[in-house]
């Protein structure tokens, strides 16, 4: 049996995108993670060093977005998955990466990607 944990709606400002305007300027992005792990250790310890501590998860996420620039959104998946797949106890991770403001003519809520990957 796999758990998991779901962080939704983690934003923040980032340069992501092909256009000139999108490598100038931060644009606001925001990020959904699920995490599978066993939680059936940390449901009876109740203990915070025996499941994924998703104040860590969340801060990879933002130092991902803000501090690192990328074309596509893709790229942007792929390297939280990264850096997520690194933290001991994440077995599998899916992730959708929303653009707020797509540079597109016309009214579009948000663009996205969403990805899932697991630990080799």
Do not use: C, W
Not at 22 to 30: D, T
Not at 42 to 57: I, K, R
Not at 89 to 104: A, D, H, S
């Amino acid at each position: 049996m796999t758990d998991r944990i779901e962080l939704k709606g983690i934003q923040a400002l980032g340069t992501i995108g092909v256009l000139p305007e999108e490598q100038e300027r931060a644009q606001p992005f925001e990020v959904d993670i699920t995490i599978e792990s066993g939680l059936s250790k940390s449901g009876q310890t109740d203990s915070l060093t025996d499941t994924v501590n998703y104040a860590e998860v969340t801060e990879a996420v933002v130092a991902i977005i803000t501090g690192e620039k990328h074309f596509l959104l893709e790229r942007v998946a792929q390297r939280i998955a990264e850096e997520t797949l690194k933290i001991d106890l994440v077995e599998v991770v899916e992730i959708t990466v929303r653009k707020l403001r797509p540079p597109v003519p016309h009214h579009l809520q948000h663009s996205a990607v969403h990805i899932r990957r697991e630990r080799i």
